[in-house]
Structures are given as structure tokens and as C-alpha cells.
């Protein structure tokens, strides 16, 4: 499995962050799907390319974008220096954050970098501590079994697909004990029509919005590319 360090991910994001800068914000267009007051606050932990925080602050989100490795968070801070988006260096274990500081945090690819329940656990526990609303944690869909293969291939030659796979069982056992905890799938076939640009990206937001929730969780969970598990931690 890939071993989360510093070192790993400064070493990984020379060599990858052009591409993923390039690749759509789509965790950030499923967020807005989610949650579309604007009013709220929004921390994205562990965000690499930051591309998804940088879109939910150009439309009008108050977003702070956060790693622990400092160089990312700088090279962040240079390519959207012209946006409304915040970047801070945060440790996801041990933030230094006050309790209930934001509304929504949320992380797309942060759990799987860990063999052990007990980091899940422990980063889980600093999340809720700092949430207010929602806590949100996007996982590789464990379900879909091509894009299993596909990772299985691509591991020796590129540990950043030597991941650890996450059960519905096991999302439910991390979270759950936190708040009602949702899923909703993240490339699935009717859900990404709804995102922006896509064939019914120009229905307005609250009918995407409907047909998201009420619809797309009941989609075959094998198609789906990632599952975003939600958290109510407090009150709306
Ligand atoms: C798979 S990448 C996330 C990619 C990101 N969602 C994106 O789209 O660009 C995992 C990220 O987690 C960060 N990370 C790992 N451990 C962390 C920790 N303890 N605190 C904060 N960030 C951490 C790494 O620096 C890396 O940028």
C-alpha cells in the first residue's frame, strides 16, 4: 500500500499536479449539489491540487483550502492567487482548529491513504470536532470492479493507485457513530449528467439538486466511480 509521508506526496504532486490541476472540479461540482447555501463555510482537508475548494470559491463559497505538506499548499496559493479561495497548511490529524469552526468539511482521497483503523479513526474524530453541519469523505468506489482491475494494474509501476478500498461496512463504522451518515455516488451514470457542462447541467440547481438526492443514491452502486459518504454532525 502507499506510504503516506511528506516526502511521498512533495515527490508525487511534482510530478502529477499539472494533470490534476487540468482534470474538471467535479468533487466541487458534487458539493454544490449538496449544499447550496452559500452563506456557509467550507474547509477542504488534505486538497492537493485544491482545484475543487478553488471552484466552490468562485462560485461565491467561503472555502479554505488546506494540506499538511507546505510546498502544496504555496504552489495552491500562486496558481489561484487572482480567486477568493483561502489556503492554510493543516495537519488533518491534529488541525489546530477550534471545535465547530465550519459548516462543511470534506476530503476526496484522504482516507484511503491509510492501512490502519486506527489513523481513519483518529482523523475522523478531529473532523467531527471541527464541523459543525456536515462532515464529507469521498472514497474510490470499492464496487466497481473494472476500476479495481484498472488500479490493480497501474500499482507497481505508480503507488498513488496502491490504495486502501473501503466497504460500505467500513464507512458506515468510521462515521456513522458521529451522525446519519448518507452515500451518494460520484461518477455514476445519471449523476454526472447533472454536473455543469454535461447533457442536464443547465437544468436549474435546485431540479439537479432533487434528482441527486432523491434519485442518484438508488443507481447501481458497481458503476459508481467514487462514493461520497455524508455526515450530519450537527444541526442544519
Ligand atoms: C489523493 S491526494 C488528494 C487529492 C485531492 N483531492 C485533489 O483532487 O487534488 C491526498 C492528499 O492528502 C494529503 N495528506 C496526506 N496526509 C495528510 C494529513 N495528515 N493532513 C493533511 N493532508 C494530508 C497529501 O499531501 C495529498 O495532497
Given at each position: 500500500?502507499?506510504?503516506?509521508?511528506?516526502?511521498?506526496?512533495?515527490?508525487?504532486?511534482?510530478?502529477?499536479?499539472?494533470?490534476?490541476?487540468?482534470?474538471?472540479?467535479?468533487?466541487?461540482?458534487?458539493?454544490?449539489?449538496?449544499?447550496?447555501?452559500?452563506?456557509?463555510?467550507f474547509l477542504e482537508?488534505?486538497?492537493?491540487?485544491?482545484?475543487?475548494a478553488?471552484?466552490l470559491a468562485?462560485?461565491?463559497y467561503q472555502v479554505t483550502g488546506?494540506?499538511?505538506?507546505?510546498?502544496?499548499?504555496?504552489?495552491?496559493?500562486?496558481?489561484?492567487?487572482?480567486?477568493?479561495l483561502e489556503?492554510?497548511?493543516?495537519?488533518?490529524?491534529?488541525?489546530?482548529?477550534?471545535?465547530?469552526?465550519?459548516?462543511?468539511?470534506?476530503?476526496?482521497?484522504?482516507?484511503?491513504?491509510?492501512?490502519?483503523?486506527?489513523?481513519?479513526?483518529?482523523?475522523?474524530?478531529?473532523?467531527?470536532?471541527?464541523?459543525?453541519?456536515?462532515?464529507?469523505?469521498?472514497?474510490?468506489?470499492?464496487?466497481?470492479?473494472?476500476?479495481?482491475?484498472?488500479?490493480?494494474?497501474?500499482?507497481?509501476?505508480?503507488?498513488?493507485?496502491?490504495?486502501?478500498?473501503?466497504?460500505?461496512?467500513?464507512?458506515?463504522?468510521?462515521?456513522?457513530?458521529?451522525?446519519?451518515?448518507?452515500?451518494?455516488?460520484?461518477?455514476?451514470?445519471?449523476?454526472?449528467?447533472?454536473?455543469?457542462?454535461?447533457?442536464?447541467?443547465?437544468?436549474?440547481?435546485?431540479?439537479?439538486?432533487?434528482?441527486?438526492?432523491?434519485?442518484?443514491?438508488?443507481?447501481?452502486?458497481?458503476?459508481?466511480?467514487?462514493?461520497?459518504?455524508?455526515?450530519?454532525?450537527?444541526?442544519?
Amino acid at each position: 500500500m502507499l506510504r503516506n509521508s511528506e516526502d511521498f506526496w512533495r515527490e508525487t504532486w511534482g510530478e502529477h499536479m499539472p494533470l490534476y490541476r487540468s482534470r474538471p472540479p467535479r468533487q466541487g461540482m458534487y458539493l454544490e449539489l449538496l449544499f447550496p447555501e452559500k452563506s456557509w463555510t467550507f474547509l477542504e482537508l488534505a486538497a492537493g491540487s485544491m482545484r475543487d475548494a478553488n471552484y466552490l470559491a468562485e462560485r461565491g463559497y467561503q472555502v479554505t483550502g488546506s494540506d499538511y505538506v507546505p510546498e502544496v499548499v504555496s504552489s495552491a496559493r500562486e496558481a489561484y492567487r487572482d480567486s477568493r479561495l483561502e489556503t492554510r497548511v493543516i495537519d488533518a490529524f491534529d488541525t489546530k482548529v477550534a471545535d465547530d469552526t465550519f459548516d462543511v468539511s470534506y476530503h476526496n482521497g484522504l482516507l484511503i491513504c491509510f492501512s490502519s483503523d486506527s489513523d481513519i479513526e483518529a482523523l475522523v474524530r478531529e473532523q467531527a470536532r471541527i464541523t459543525r453541519k456536515y462532515m464529507v469523505a469521498t472514497v474510490p468506489c470499492a464496487y466497481h470492479e473494472e476500476q479495481r482491475r484498472q488500479f490493480a494494474e497501474l500499482a507497481p509501476q505508480n503507488p498513488i493507485y496502491d490504495i486502501r478500498w473501503l466497504t460500505l461496512d467500513d464507512i458506515s463504522r468510521f462515521l456513522a457513530p458521529y451522525g446519519c451518515t448518507k452515500v451518494y455516488p460520484f461518477g455514476g451514470r445519471l449523476d454526472s449528467r447533472l454536473l455543469p457542462g454535461r447533457s442536464f447541467g443547465w437544468l436549474p440547481l435546485c431540479v439537479r439538486r432533487w434528482v441527486y438526492r432523491s434519485l442518484c443514491p438508488h443507481q447501481r452502486l458497481r458503476r459508481w466511480k467514487k462514493i461520497i459518504a455524508v455526515t450530519q454532525v450537527g444541526d442544519d
